[in-house]
């Protein structure tokens, strides 16, 4: 895949509720409302990305919370605007929005998130579920971190979110919400086979995966029906 060319976006912060209330569209709103209503949590900040490039058909907001992530506390991003238009590459025209957890605030990850989201428009593609990225240089998407890959998942808060995955619009449109999740070269491999082992296993072994410097994690045999059951 081609890189998402974050490095010329850039975030400006929204200062005032009146170019809040000016920038954001209707289906921006109910996005926010999405979010709010299922996070249980207000933005702490609102940035919105400039330089995104002529191929992106509209504004692109991140927006900041600061909650429990994962049973720690944490800063959620989540990218508001990237579902105003359908991603035409799809065969369903499924439109996306993103959202990416972090031990602590680092506008680093909201700008990979922005350009993540204007990823399939500047490269005529779509990003989905259980879809996969790899950086071809081989650098963490942080200095400092060794995380190189994405996997694309359903959002899950300490168990998944039914509600969260799902953002549903007035015009009975729907757009997927996708957890964009740092993970190491070896650990993709493993999600693209057993994407739901994989999540098992990053819970039972306490696996942080809201912090970017964690140690790799070495998977073991794929958990089976029986060893599921008896944990229940």
């Known amino acids: 895949m081609s890189e998402p060319a974050e490095s010329t976006i850039e975030l400006r912060r929204i200062t005032t509720d009146e170019e809040l209330r000016s920038a954001f569209s209707e289906r921006d709103w109910q996005v926010l409302k999405h979010y709010v209503t299922n996070l249980n949590s207000r933005p702490s900040n609102f940035y919105v990305a400039e330089k995104m490039g002529a191929k992106v058909p509209g504004p692109i907001y991140i927006l900041e919370f600061r909650l429990t992530v994962l049973g720690l506390p944490g800063v959620i991003y989540a990218t508001c605007g990237v579902s105003a238009f359908p991603l035409t590459a799809s065969p369903h025209k499924v439109r996306i929005e993103l959202i990416a957890y972090n031990r602590e ?101 306490r696996v942080d995966a809201a912090d970017l410097y964690r140690e790799e994690f070495i998977f073991t045999n794929s958990t089976d029906k029986e060893s599921l059951v008896e944990d229940n």
């Open 105 to 205: 605030s680092d506008l680093r990850v909201a700008t990979h998130l922005a350009g993540m989201g204007a990823y399939s428009f500047r490269n005529n593609s779509f990003l989905d579920y259980n879809h996969t990225f790899d950086f071809r240089d081989g650098n963490g998407i942080i200095e400092g971190s060794a995380l190189s890959s994405i996997v694309f998942a359903y959002p899950l808060l300490g168990g998944e979110l039914d509600a969260l995955k799902t953002i549903k619009f007035k015009d009975d449109t729907h757009a997927h919400l996708l957890w964009y999740l740092p993970v190491y070269p070896s650990e993709r491999l493993y999600f693209k086979t057993n994407p739901a082992d994989f999540f098992i296993q990053f819970a039972r072994n």
